[in-house]
């Protein structure tokens, strides 16, 4: 027990960052068992040495940097953060470079990029040029990526009130400081990453195994199961196929990934007492009834055109495909809220359905709106949106009644004043960084229209939007190689969203 004991606090000792390399060394570990099982050698010896490699480049790294104490927690905070979703890429596109061998490492850092930051956009458009193995390290990874940054979200933005939470901070109402405040100044990162990942880790895998199971149950080969339920808990959104169109599970398979995407639309759905939640329904969640409407309001338009806008088109009698429509609808407008990014089997029967030529268009908006704060989910987050939304319902019954007084509690009048004024510059800085990648994706030669989605998909991490957005699909693999490095470095903005930077570059956190 004392030896246990002396293993955790030297670990504890051991900085952010090196911890990360540590596991996602050892992850190597899980491919080289699986191409050992398939009878693939080559490939189970390149990431066993890439994984004996990282693993000693950890142990070396964590003994030079062991008792090094930072003068700014919150800054090695989020620079540990930025270099895991920087640096951590170039280790993990090693094995996948060497064992593809018919690429070069510049795409095989730009795919680990994008699973990492779980964008999910792939270089390789056929997927028979990858072999299972390769193809469960791209999953492997976009699970890991996932984990870190609902891990994160908890141990190190809540406690600097960022990634969403500074829209319910009290902090931002002058009550004397925030519900984390305390956490955050006596407890290490090293040690509350260990508390949340006790109680959060053994959730994230139960869930990828509860869908793993209902996948396989559902008629779906295990292989091609696990890589969606990984990809559905991350919402990477990465597959082994062509997509869920082409899997075996069929509708079966789509209710069970649509009933696992719900958990990104809200924190209450897996961790309600972490954040002082505990007397707060589900139902009354502004994140989760935010969510539902916009999956039932956008599915129930689509539905209906047919009926309203597309009458030369109208199917009498057809109830089968309506129910298809309608359902393809729900999956695909839930997934991409959601930024995981898979498309319904049914969906381009939905867009026949509702007669609009671009209906993609619709999933732009979605996945910039993204879904839940501390969940997988990117874009701008649900309870931004539900802020600016309640700032201006309030602001139109003051046009009525100029003397009201605003109801529902403080908590919500917080949202309403200091959480909208937060929301609606962060909406500004998204729109900046909009237009600057734009800018930077034109100069090297993207056209206007696919800067546009490609912008989109990578600061909202929605990496599959390039394949239903734009008016053709669009391919990763034929745009230059520097409009890749400025979408790579998107993809890790999206991901850590632009305040986080700011804060990381602000003099405050960095001065002593």
Request: charged share 15%; net charge neutral; glycine share 10%.
């Amino acid at each position: 027990m004392q030896t246990v004991t002396r293993v955790h606090r030297r670990l504890e000792r051991l900085p952010f960052f090196v911890l990360i390399m540590a596991v996602g060394a050892a992850a190597m570990l899980l491919p080289a068992l699986h191409a050992t099982v398939t009878g693939d050698g080559a490939t189970a010896r390149v990431f066993l040495y890439c994984a004996g490699l990282g693993l000693m480049l950890a142990l070396v790294t964590g003994l030079a940097t062991a008792n090094h104490e930072p003068e700014s927690i919150p800054r090695s905070q989020l620079l540990a953060l930025v270099a895991a979703f920087g640096l951590l890429p170039v280790m993990f596109a090693l094995p996948f470079w060497i064992a593809l061998g018919t690429t070069s490492f510049f795409n095989a850092w730009f795919e680990m990029v994008s699973c990492f930051t779980t964008t999910g956009a792939t270089i390789y458009d056929a997927v028979s040029r990858l072999n299972e193995t390769l193809h469960l390290w791209r999953a492997l990874v976009g699970w890991l990526g996932g984990l870190l940054i609902w891990l994160a979200a908890i141990s190190i933005l809540a406690p600097m009130n960022l990634g969403g939470f500074e829209v319910r901070s009290p902090a931002q109402a002058g009550e004397g400081g925030q519900r984390f405040s305390q956490i955050g100044r006596t407890a290490r990162t090293t040690e509350r990453l260990a508390r949340y990942s006790a109680r959060l880790v053994p959730i994230y895998v139960g869930l990828t195994g509860v869908l793993w199971l209902a996948l396989v149950a559902s008629g779906e080969r295990p292989f091609v199961a696990i890589c969606h339920a990984m990809s559905v808990l991350a919402t990477s959104g990465i597959s082994p196929l062509q997509g869920v169109p082409h899997a075996g599970s069929g509708f079966l398979g789509e209710l069970a990934m649509f009933c696992l995407m719900i958990f990104a639309l809200s924190r209450l759905t897996f961790a309600r007492s972490l954040f002082g939640d505990d007397g707060r329904s589900l139902l009354r969640d502004p994140e989760m009834r935010m969510g539902l409407a916009l999956v039932l309001i956008v599915p129930g338009l689509l539905f209906l055109r047919h009926f309203v806008g597309a009458v030369e088109d109208r199917t009498e009698g057809d109830l089968p495909g309506a129910f298809a429509a309608l359902w393809g609808a729900l999956f695909t407008v839930l997934s991409f809220l959601t930024t995981t990014g898979f498309e319904s089997a049914w969906w381009q029967g939905s867009t026949s359905w509702s007669g609009l030529d671009t209906p993609g268009l619709v999933l732009v908006g979605l996945a910039l709106i993204g879904g839940g704060t501390a969940t997988t989910a990117g874009g701008v987050k649900l309870l931004r949106v539900y802020a600016l939304w309640v700032h201006g319902r309030r602001e139109l019954e003051r046009l009525v009644h100029p003397n009201s007084i605003g109801t529902d509690g403080a908590e919500a009048r917080r949202i309403r004043r200091q959480g909208a004024v937060i929301s609606w510059i962060f909406f500004m800085l998204t729109a900046l960084s909009v237009t600057g990648v734009m800018l930077a994706l034109s100069l090297t030669g993207v056209e206007f229209e696919q800067a546009m989605v490609l912008t989109v998909a990578a600061l909202s991490t929605t990496g599959p939007l390039a394949q239903v957005a734009a008016e053709a699909p669009i391919s990763y693999a034929g745009i230059p190689d520097a409009a890749k490095a400025v979408l790579a470095g998107t993809m890790v903005l999206g991901r850590l969203e632009t305040l986080a930077i700011i804060a990381l570059l602000n003099p405050a956190s960095w001065r002593r």
